[in-house]
T-cell receptor, first 115, second 114 residues
């Protein structure tokens, strides 16, 4: 079974608008972490934001926020005030258990920001 | 701030040749991970090392091996290369800070097998 599901292969957003990228996850481990990474066409993997399973508040990092709904097992990424430079592939990933366990990635969502 | 260093950045090999990819983690990071990302695919975990010992193993082919050295750098050795090995290979490192361990990715090595 897919552990991380990203149902939007591609998304378009107007510059300066907000956009939500969906991510649902599947785990039976009570301790887990959820990550979002941005991968521009150049290929590097850029860390954006992290949410731990025991965190009470939704994570925020600048224009990025994570809408964490634990009961629904969803961890959607919200990008506010989109910029042309936000056009990239976005991956949701999960680490199960505490410590240094490997990441499992979703298939990604390609975001295109339109001027 | 120091980042994860990978070398080479690009590598072209023929089928059945061997390749060695190198990774230098961020200083004081004690865990190294290797991921493989095929064209248009999501990254897949290959193998990881903690304090120079293998800690987790993913979908790493038997033709591949890896190790972490005393200075914490890691090498991924790939033998009998196949066309399907063409991919972007990422190394990531993370510190041991308890339950929150962000993984910092290197720029990747793009391997092309002809």
């Amino acid at each position: 079974a897919q552990k991380i599901t990203q149902t939007q292969p591609g998304m378009f957003v107007q510059e300066k608008e907000a956009v939500t990228l969906d991510c649902t996850y599947d785990t039976s481990d009570p301790s887990y972490g959820l990550f979002w990474y941005k991968q521009p066409s150049s290929g590097e993997m850029i860390f954006l934001i992290y949410q731990g399973s025991y965190d009470q508040q939704n994570a925020t990092e600048g224009r990025y926020s994570l809408n964490f709904q634990k009961a629904r097992k969803s961890a959607n990424l919200v990008i506010s005030a989109s910029q042309l430079g936000d056009s990239a592939m976005y991956f949701c990933a999960m680490r199960e258990g505490p410590g240094n366990t490997p990441l499992v990635f979703g298939k990604g969502t390609r975001l295109s920001v339109i001027a | 701030a120091a980042g994860v260093i990978q070398s080479p950045r690009h590598l072209i090999k023929e089928k059945r040749e061997t390749a060695t990819l190198k990774c230098y983690p961020i200083p004081r990071h004690d865990t190294v991970y290797w991921y493989q990302q095929g064209p248009g695919q999501d990254p897949q975990f290959l193998i990881s090392f903690y304090e120079k010992m293998q800690s987790d193993k993913g979908s790493i082919p038997d033709r591949f091996s890896a190790q972490q050295f005393s200075d914490y750098h890691s090498e991924l050795n790939m033998s009998s290369l196949e066309l399907g090995d063409s991919a972007l290979y990422f190394c990531a490192s993370s510190p041991d800070r308890g339950s929150y361990n962000e993984q910092f990715f290197g720029p990747g090595t793009r391997l092309t097998v002809l």
